[in-house]
């Protein structure tokens, strides 16, 4: 696209490129290509593109790919972009604000991608709102100012180190692949901008408990100078905390490299367990095809022999009707990093259901209930899907704060029944079996929901 037909589609759209809005366009097609090529595109894949403005990086995308979504916040390009890819069945254009726009949709689709070239003000927004845990993106390719992705791959120890680069490390690793010059853009931006690529982190960090890692690095990084011990909350010893993590007492933010945040956080948290596996030696009834108790015996046995046995499921709803979902720790032993219900567990020997479900809503989501706000939804048998369990499914509903043990759950968030339900058709692998079985008995017991 040169600069004479980009000043000719802004005209016909009636765009006048806004610096509020961060609207610098790209003109070089050589660039936008090989910016496209960088997320190495299949057929099966979607990619959601951000800030699409006339299309340049779209129109090396579609064709070679199952679906394109565009997000455009100005109302004029968003408009232009649906006449653009009219005869385009693969493309969708949501005219939204990227920073607000809800992202659990784009769960439902086997690989997706993000691409964009993001407005210099409203960058750091947009990363937070699409790439914080738990994301449904597999890879991005983004070009912002250059100075932000310097912040974002920054090493520790340097001025660049800061909250932003903590909280994209937690989750990605990231590479910056080429610096584009101002000239590539209309109107020409003041300084370079760097095109980087984003993977999910492949060397797994120890189990920590995300929430408690953010506020701990938002706290030691809000005043700079000072050193880390006036900047924690109170209550932590940092003299101990310092001594057993290695770290110098005088130490500042940006002296603690990711790692050392991430240990700094299990140290801190005050509802860590050791990484001990789930209680092998607790004692389990064995029950017959009609859910009669015919015995006990050990849970690693039931689980090696593949004994009937009991558990509960229990689906958490808030007060607008969405259901919360974990992501199994991937220290599990059984369906490790799969999506599950909101909380589920083995009925011990001698334990009535309901009193298990109680049970499990305080141990894995720190909820207290009492047995008569549950309400049984209905019975599985056992079967190869459940793992040979004869499963109680029971829901309530949560005004509490939810608060999950990190080694038990690495990330928990609320969805809309419509959600869950487009994502479970679209990518099964993606949960827990005995949570597949659950749905489908929620789905029979609610049918006005999804009709």
Same mark, same amino acid.
């Given at each position: 696209?040169?600069?004479?037909?980009?000043?000719?589609?802004?005209?016909?759209?009636?765009?006048?490129?806004?610096?509020?809005?961060?609207?610098?366009?790209?003109?070089?097609?050589?660039?936008?290509? /090989?910016?496209?090529?960088?997320?190495?595109?299949?057929?099966?894949?979607?990619?959601?593109?951000?800030?699409?403005?006339?299309?340049?990086?779209?129109?090396?995308?579609?064709?070679?790919?199952?679906?394109?979504? @565009?997000?455009?916040?100005?109302?004029?390009?968003?408009?232009?972009?649906?006449?653009?890819?009219?005869?385009?069945?693969?493309?969708?254009?949501?005219?939204?604000?990227?920073?607000?726009?809800?992202?659990?949709?784009?769960?439902?689709?086997?690989?997706?991608?993000?691409?964009?070239?993001?407005?210099?003000?409203?960058?750091?927004?947009?990363?937070?709102?699409?790439?914080?845990?738990?994301?449904?993106?597999?890879?991005?390719? @983004?070009?912002?100012?250059?100075?932000?992705?310097?912040?974002?791959?920054?090493?520790?120890?340097?001025?660049?180190?800061?909250?932003?680069?903590?909280?994209?490390?937690?989750?990605?690793?990231?590479?910056?692949?080429?610096?584009?010059?101002?000239?590539?853009?209309?109107?020409?931006?003041?300084?370079?901008?760097?095109?980087?690529?984003?993977?999910?982190?492949?060397?797994?960090?120890?189990?920590?408990?995300?929430? @408690?890692?953010?506020?701990?690095?938002?706290?030691?990084?809000?005043?700079?100078?000072?050193?880390?011990?006036?900047?924690?909350?109170?209550?932590?010893?940092?003299?101990?905390?310092?001594?057993?993590?290695?770290?110098?007492?005088?130490?500042?933010?940006?002296?603690?490299?990711?790692?050392? /945040?991430?240990? @700094?956080?299990?140290?801190?948290?005050?509802?860590?367990?050791?990484?001990?596996?789930?209680?092998?030696?607790?004692?389990?009834?064995?029950?017959?095809?009609?859910?009669?108790?015919?015995?006990?015996?050990?849970?690693?046995?039931?689980?090696?022999?593949?004994?009937?046995?009991?558990?509960?499921?229990?689906?958490?709803?808030?007060?607008?009707?969405?259901?919360?979902?974990?992501?199994?720790?991937?220290?599990?032993?059984?369906?490790?990093?799969?999506?599950?219900?909101?909380?589920?567990?083995?009925?011990?020997?001698?334990?009535?259901?309901?009193?298990?479900?109680?049970?499990?809503?305080?141990?894995?989501?720190?909820?207290?209930?009492?047995?008569?706000?549950?309400?049984?939804?209905?019975?599985?048998?056992?079967?190869?899907?459940?793992?040979?369990?004869?499963?109680?499914?029971?829901?309530?509903?949560?005004?509490?704060?939810?608060?999950?043990?990190?080694?038990?759950?690495?990330?928990?968030?609320?969805?809309?029944?419509?959600?869950?339900?487009? /994502?479970?058709?679209?990518?099964?692998?993606?949960?827990?079996?005995?949570?597949?079985?659950? /749905?489908?008995?929620?789905?029979?017991?609610?049918?006005?929901?999804?009709?």
């Amino acid at each position: 696209m040169t600069p004479t037909e980009l000043t000719e589609i802004l005209a016909e759209a009636g765009v006048v490129p806004s610096k509020k809005l961060g609207q610098n366009f790209l003109i070089d097609q050589n660039v936008a290509e /090989w910016i496209a090529n960088q997320l190495d595109l299949h057929p099966d894949d979607t990619i959601v593109e951000v800030g699409p403005g006339t299309g340049a990086l779209t129109e090396h995308v579609v064709g070679k790919v199952a679906r394109v979504i @565009l997000v455009e916040f100005d109302r004029r390009l968003a408009e232009y972009l649906t006449k653009k890819f009219a005869d385009r069945s693969e493309v969708m254009v949501i005219n939204a604000d990227a920073v607000r726009i809800d992202v659990r949709p784009f769960f439902a689709h086997k690989s997706v991608k993000l691409l964009g070239n993001l407005p210099y003000s409203a960058g750091g927004a947009i990363l937070r709102n699409f790439l914080r845990g738990p994301s449904p993106f597999k890879k991005a390719v @983004l070009m912002l100012q250059k100075e932000m992705i310097d912040r974002i791959l920054a090493p520790h120890g340097c001025k660049d180190y800061g909250v932003l680069t903590l909280r994209m490390q937690c989750e990605w690793q990231g590479e910056p692949v080429k610096v584009v010059p101002p000239s590539c853009f209309i109107p020409r931006p003041m300084i370079d901008s760097t095109v980087m690529t984003l993977e999910p982190r492949q060397a797994a960090l120890p189990v920590h408990d995300r929430r @408690l890692f953010d506020e701990l690095v938002r706290r030691g990084f809000a005043q700079r100078r000072k050193q880390l011990r006036k900047n924690l909350p109170d209550g932590l010893d940092w003299e101990v905390l310092s001594r057993d993590l290695d770290l110098s007492p005088t130490a500042r933010a940006e002296e603690l490299s990711l790692e050392d /945040w991430v240990n @700094l956080t299990r140290h801190a948290d005050p509802y860590f367990t050791k990484e001990e596996g789930q209680g092998d030696d607790e004692m389990l009834n064995i029950v017959d095809e009609n859910d009669e108790v015919i015995g006990t015996e050990r849970r690693d046995v039931i689980h090696r022999d593949g004994l009937t046995h009991r558990a509960v499921h229990i689906f958490a709803l808030n007060k607008h009707g969405e259901i919360f979902l974990q992501k199994r720790s991937r220290l599990k032993d059984k369906c490790p990093g799969l999506w599950d219900s909101s909380a589920a567990g083995h009925v011990d020997a001698g334990e009535d259901y309901a009193v298990c479900a109680v049970r499990e809503l305080e141990e894995e989501l720190g909820l207290t209930a009492d047995i008569t706000e549950l309400k049984e939804v209905g019975k599985l048998g056992a079967h190869a899907n459940t793992g040979w369990e004869h499963v109680r499914l029971y829901a309530t509903l949560v005004e509490g704060a939810i608060r999950f043990p990190c080694v038990e759950i690495e990330y928990g968030q609320f969805f809309t029944m419509e959600q869950i339900e487009a /994502w479970v058709t679209a990518v099964p692998e993606d949960f827990a079996p005995g949570f597949i079985s659950c /749905w489908k008995l929620w789905k029979e017991e609610n049918p006005g929901r999804f009709e």
